[in-house]
């Protein structure tokens, strides 16, 4: 069975504070890992997977298999960011499911 | 990418009636899902809407109460049959583009009501 766990529903930061979300997975196999994001009023959309090793609107995230980890990470929150982010896992075989978190709120404040 | 349209995007319901929500995608796509997302929850896979046969469900979801169509490849309905309070949900359309693609794109959901 494949798991997603985000232990936190919210989290409330300053403007150019640091942001770190949390996300922990449960998968026998080689997963892919995710993060979507949700801004008011619009589709939820990806905003970046493990694979591609890429920042995203300054945000990045680390694969940890030892750790089954893949925290979002960005040095310096600005208010756009405020948003509902989903962690997601795909498995390994073509035709595997995407399985998501509960999602945690980001609110940046002034 | 793939631009979806949901419809309806909300709609209030007596309970004992049926919903049929539709998506629609601007290009062909090989996977189309639907998800459900039940307040203060994670989005739970219905099933995989298959072009031409059955769709597949996940465990707890059945064809009577969701029966779902896919007569092409960029067009299918939910049905959300017999309603109960308990339905009262977001529902989702999401597609994958290709066997190997990693990126799911979704719609922009419909939220049902069920009074």
């Known amino acids: 069975a494949q798991r997603v766990t985000q232990p936190e529903k919210l989290l409330s930061v300053f403007k150019g504070a640091p942001v770190e979300l949390k996300c922990n997975y449960s998968?026998?196999?080689?997963?892919?890992l995710f993060w979507y994001v949700q801004y008011s009023r619009q589709r939820l959309q990806l905003l970046l997977r493990h694979i591609s090793r890429e920042s995203i609107k300054g945000f990045t995230a680390d694969l940890n298999k030892g750790e089954t980890s893949f925290h979002l990470k960005k040095p310096f929150a600005q208010e756009e960011d405020s948003a509902m982010y989903y962690c997601?896992?795909?498995?390994?075989?073509?035709?595997?499911?995407?399985?998501f978190g509960k999602g945690i709120t980001l609110s940046v404040r002034p | 990418s793939a631009v979806i349209s949901q419809k309806p995007s909300r709609d209030i319901c007596q309970r004992g009636t049926s919903l049929t929500i539709q998506c629609q995608v601007d290009?062909?796509?090989?996977?189309m899902f639907w998800y459900r997302q039940q307040p203060g929850q994670s989005l739970t896979l219905i099933a995989t809407a298959n072009q031409g046969s059955e769709a597949t469900y996940e465990s707890g979801f059945v064809i009577d109460k969701f029966p779902i169509s896919r007569p092409n490849l960029t067009f299918s309905t939910l049905t959300v049959s017999n309603m109960s309070p308990e339905d009262s949900s977001i529902y989702l359309c999401?597609?994958?583009?290709?066997?190997?693609?990693?990126?799911?794109?979704f719609g922009q959901g419909t939220r049902l009501t069920v009074v």
């Open positions: 997601a896992l795909r498995g390994s075989g073509a035709n595997s499911k995407l399985t």
């Open positions: 999401s597609v994958r583009n290709g066997i190997r693609s990693t990126e799911a794109f």
């Open positions: 998968y026998s196999g080689s997963p892919e």
């Open positions: 290009s062909q796509v090989t996977m």
